[in-house]
């Protein structure tokens, strides 16, 4: 039986037995990784099937999920989530499961040798870039690194008509270089995610790691300043993920945990500072031909030209502030124990989080920077504050900027600010180069100024 099948069957099961509406989440996923340092370590696959069903008696809600798709384990997780319906209170804000779904023409979202790929395969390519990597410079070694493939199905239905499948392919890499010499010691670090596993750009990468690594060697802490910084394309989407992805959810909103609540129409950032939610990106990392409710997706202006425009929406939270949802809900595993996202409850989460990109490139960013500080990789800064917007990172890799040129590698210090201040007052250039961190893509940024703590 198809997963689509499944889920049909689950819902017409949960109508049979008392349920006023009911929706079933199906997926299928297999994940394989290779983990390896100066030598293979270990290797793993693992085949994930599973279905969520959630049912509604009146506007009691109840919910149950199981890692089997099985037809007497599914009737199984149908009986328990009424049960669980039954004994639980009404929400007098629950209206009902999405009444327009369907689904948008996607592309670059699957690959069939990616979706195909063997253990082998990865296999392979790790000893391809441990011997490339020692081969380069006998003072370079790979440390804790891997790599690794997936190939997803979904399947959704709903009471009300949603019967829709889709699939999916994902491939990441990420590799860590360490160099020594004379007592020295450095480490640089790349990676990559994509949709496709030949997206990845393995020769670039294993080139910029090893390359930096070297000439970190001789890295050294500078002293506290003042300064005009540049975030690397990943780094400051790494950045943006920690300050937005959970915060202009409108469940964060309507929860009072975020600091946009009452700010739309607003402004909250400089001209030159829009950011987008692209659910039709092609190749996006998040983007989906429909949104785990069965809701086709689409863009949605999350800021534009500096002023807030909306905040993103599943079905319920979009209900209960009289809006339609903008396809964004989503299933997303979390904590030690997880299981897949059939799993979850869904919901507002960014499908690709987009930072709009300028017109300069990396050089003019750099030759246009008389004093600065160029930050390549930091640890840290997810632990910044996306409430207060304090930002804090710990500068891991990153080189000197003088009259526009780049000078001697920095390590060890942090750099601060206020990060909402920065987006109103700071951004004074805005590169062309969008590069990703997971669903978040934005260009490499320059900032007129932040606080740097040194020796």
């Known amino acids: 039986m198809s997963i689509r099948e499944v889920a049909g069957k689950a819902v017409t099961l949960a109508e049979r037995l008392g349920a006023d509406e009911a929706e079933a ?137 949603c019967d829709s499948t889709r699939r999916s392919t994902s491939a990441s890499f990420f590799v860590q270089v360490k160099a020594e010499e004379a007592g020295k010691k450095s480490v640089s670090i790349e990676g990559r995610q994509a949709r496709t596993w030949k997206e990845l750009q393995f020769g670039e990468a294993v080139a910029s790691a090893t390359d930096r690594a070297i000439k970190m060697l001789d890295a050294r802490r500078i002293p ?24 202009v959810s409108a469940e964060a909103i309507q929860r009072g945990r975020s600091p946009w609540i009452g700010k739309v129409d607003h402004r909250v950032a400089s001209d030159n500072f829009s950011l987008f939610d692209e659910g039709l990106r092609q190749g996006g990392l998040g983007t989906r031909a429909f949104d785990d409710e069965g809701v086709p997706q689409r863009t949605t202006r999350i800021i534009e030209k500096g002023i807030l425009k909306s905040y993103l929406y599943d079905s319920y939270t979009a209900s209960k502030d009289g809006v339609a949802s903008t396809g964004n809900a989503s299933r997303i595993a979390s904590g030690l124990g997880s299981t ?98 997971g669903n978040v893509y934005a260009p490499s940024v320059r900032i007129s100024e932040m606080t740097v703590a040194g020796e």
């Open 25 to 161: 989440y199906v997926t299928d996923s297999i994940e394989k990784t290779v983990n390896f340092h100066e030598k293979i370590e270990n290797g793993r696959a693992s085949h994930l099937v599973g279905i969520g069903v959630r049912v509604v008696l009146g506007r009691r809600k109840g919910f149950f999920s199981i890692s089997s798709i099985a037809s007497k384990d599914v009737e199984n997780v149908v009986k328990k989530a009424i049960a669980i319906a039954r004994a639980s209170r009404p929400d007098p804000k629950w209206r009902n499961f999405p009444r327009k779904t369907g689904k948008r023409s996607v592309t670059g979202v699957y690959d069939k040798k990616t979706a195909e790929s063997e253990m082998s395969d990865l296999v392979k390519k790790a000893i391809e870039i441990i011997d490339e990597i020692k081969g380069k410079d006998s003072r370079l070694n790979p440390t804790t690194s891997a790599l690794g493939t997936s190939r997803t199905r979904t399947a959704i239905s709903n009471s009300h008509g």
């Open 224 to 247: 506290g300043k003042k300064t005009s910084i540049i975030f690397t394309n990943d780094l400051m989407s790494s950045i943006l993920g920690v300050m937005f992805s959970r915060t």
């Open 340 to 437: 897949g996202p059939y799993a979850q409850i869904p919901t507002p989460a960014p499908n690709n989080l987009i930072l709009k990109p300028g017109d300069a490139s990396i050089d003019e960013l750099i030759e246009d920077t008389q004093k600065g500080l160029y930050v390549i990789e930091c640890i840290g800064e997810w632990l910044s504050n996306p409430i207060s917007g304090l930002l804090n990172a710990t500068v891991t890799n990153a080189f000197e900027v003088r009259n526009g040129t780049i000078s001697e590698p920095v390590k060890g210090v942090v750099v601060s600010g206020h990060f909402f201040d920065i987006m109103k007052n700071s951004i004074s250039l805005i590169g062309d180069d969008v590069q990703n961190s």
